[in-house]
């Protein structure tokens, strides 16, 4: 009996589990009523990065970390090199797909989202996953709940129409592909297991790009 019990829990979700069931199956709704709306480059665009290569760099997460050793890049600057060059990937995409992008020149775009961005990578990199406990998936979930803040604050629509909120699950599964391949290079090593790790894992790395994405909002030509 005690052993069926055991299996049992060992069977049932985590609550980090069902977040992301219910986030997954929250962008299943969005999808289809983009779709009815004739939204499809929105569309296009999660099921091919959010989607199709979300699900592809989860598969072979684990293979990261092995190929970057191997070349000598399990450090920094291969974390950061990967975040860049995943960054320029999905902005090349959404631009080439016709969605709005920050900035409408293409390749200002790209300076201005990925420089901004290796920030909040940096963040997690030296300092988040050091103090606080995280598994990967909640470090994962947390981490890519970040995109809210870039697309809804930053961009300023919260302000005029707070339901854009609705849209929050959409934007984690599209940073999630984002953040997923250099978290594999992400020692988590920290001890504080408070609560105060979602709030700090999600606003210390808006904060911390802010201002650069401000002052490259303002130099790049538009």
Do not use: H
């Not at 979700?13 to 004739?38: K, P, R, T, Y």
């Not at 790395?205 to 909002?217: E, I, T």
Request: proline residues 4%.
């Amino acid at each position: 009996m005690t052993a069926t019990v055991g299996k049992a829990k060992g069977r049932a979700l985590s609550n980090i589990d069902i977040a992301w069931i219910v986030i997954l199956a929250w962008v299943a709704v969005e999808l289809v009523i983009f779709s009815n709306v004739g939204s499809w480059s929105m569309v296009a665009f999660t099921l091919v990065f959010g989607f199709l290569f979300g699900g592809l760099a989860w598969r072979f997460r684990a293979s990261v970390r092995p190929a970057f050793r191997r070349a000598g890049l399990d450090n920094i600057g291969g974390f950061l090199l990967l975040a860049f060059w995943i960054s320029v990937f999905e902005e090349v995409l959404c631009y080439g797909l016709g969605n709005r992008v920050a900035n409408p020149i293409l390749w200002a775009d790209i300076i201005q989202v990925s420089v901004t961005w290796l920030f909040w990578f940096a963040t997690w990199y030296l300092y988040i996953a050091k103090r606080y406990a995280f598994s990967k998936k909640e470090a994962l979930l947390v981490g890519a709940s970040v995109g809210i803040l870039y697309e809804c604050v930053s961009s300023g629509t919260v302000f005029g129409n707070p339901l854009v909120l609705l849209m929050s699950p959409m934007v984690v599964i599209i940073y999630a592909a984002i953040f997923v391949l250099p978290l594999q290079l992400i020692d988590l090593k920290g001890k504080d297991d408070s609560a105060w790790k979602y709030p700090v894992g999600i606003v210390l790395p808006y904060l911390a790009s802010l201002p650069m994405g401000v002052v490259l909002a303002i130099i790049l030509p538009r």
